[in-house]
């Protein structure tokens, strides 16, 4: 793909050679002559001289480079992820149905869509116009699977769950499995039915053996546009909002409320009807606790969960304890010598 062709379909202006045959796409550290990188922050800008890469995608107040062919993007990780999908497009499944796939009574499928191998679809579900389901998904009765959606291979949905437009789950996932509940009587633990229901919105991406538990009563929620990495787990009866963002190694309990545009990192924990209001951003391997609110915009860490400044603060105080204890020894020693001295 020529320069000048990208930088159109971007709707982005270049600079220099707008001829330039690009093949690839690569770090900016390893690109080479036909290949496409761009800067990501001022680290990578001070290293761009050094880049032997074809073509860079560059901010609009990048300095106009002397012999370097540039795309100048408002926002350049977001048109180089544009420019990935050019130069290797999704491969999409064929459409229709295999073979090997069991198909339930009363199964509504979608024109388009693409039923793999193995797959099994129970009844009354409905799976959406052109949507994917990849080799050995389990789809149970009454599950609704909006369009355009994509389920890579291996992927569980349990029965009555509703899965808007665009989703992406990927290998390994289990939607609506039985939430983690259970009442102590007479020295045992008895299960309390999960009879709820799973709700996911549009354009929601589920990475790798994540999982979604069904509510015990009422409906786990995940909203529009939110994405999941790799083994997250989300407990029963969960409401996370639209466009939240969460790291690998989180888990949710039951009941917590997570508002939109919230951003949680890796590893975090969190406790039973925790709400995180919108916009909080959570640092990896924090834990908030039972019932604990994370205000509007406010950024936490450790555990407990508190205010960034003031987890700061205590670790500045941990990193002086030996110090501080060195000079309690010594406080000592003069105390003991003066109390000798007087005696």
Request: overall charge neutral; charged content about 20%; hydrophobic content about 40%.
């Amino acid at each position: 793909m020529r320069v000048r062709e990208l930088a159109e379909w971007l709707g982005a202006t270049f600079e220099g050679d707008g001829e330039k045959e690009l093949t690839g796409v690569a770090p900016l550290e390893t690109a080479g002559g036909s290949e496409l990188s761009f800067l990501g922050g001022r680290k990578a800008i001070e290293q761009a001289d050094a880049s032997a890469a074809g073509c860079l995608i560059v901010p609009p107040d990048y300095p106009s480079p002397s012999r370097r062919t540039v795309i100048r993007a408002p926002e350049p990780r977001t048109a180089f992820a544009r420019a990935m999908n050019r130069f290797y497009p999704t491969v999409e499944m064929k459409p229709g149905i295999h073979p090997t796939a069991a198909i339930g009574k009363d199964v509504e499928i979608g024109a388009l869509a693409a039923i793999g191998p193995h797959v099994n679809i129970g009844d009354s579900s409905r799976i959406g116009l052109a949507s994917g389901i990849g080799p050995g998904c389990s789809i149970g009765k009454r599950v609704v699977l909006g369009e355009g959606c994509v389920l890579h291979a291996n992927v569980t949905i349990y029965d009555n769950v509703d899965i808007g437009r665009g989703v992406i789950l990927h290998s390994g996932c289990v939607i609506g499995a039985d939430g983690f509940g259970y009442v102590f009587e007479h020295d045992r633990y008895h299960k309390f039915p999960q009879v709820g229901r799973v709700e996911i919105g549009d354009f929601v991406e589920i990475g790798a053996n994540s999982c979604v538990d069904r509510a015990a009563l009422g409906i786990t929620v995940i909203g529009e546009g939110t994405k999941l990495d790799n083994l997250v787990h989300v407990g029963h009866n969960c409401r996370i909002g639209r466009h939240v963002v969460v790291a690998a190694q989180t888990g949710f309990s039951g009941g917590v409320v997570v508002e939109d545009y919230a951003v949680i990192g890796g590893q975090v924990g969190i406790g039973d009807k925790a709400r995180i209001e919108s916009r909080a951003v959570l640092g990896s391997g924090c834990g908030v606790l039972t019932s604990k609110i994370v205000r509007s915009g406010q950024t936490v860490w450790g555990t407990p969960a508190r205010p960034l400044k003031e987890h700061l603060e205590q670790l500045a105080n941990l990193a002086r304890l030996p110090e501080m204890r060195r000079q309690f020894a010594d406080f000592k020693r003069r105390l003991a010598h003066l109390e000798e001295k007087l005696n």
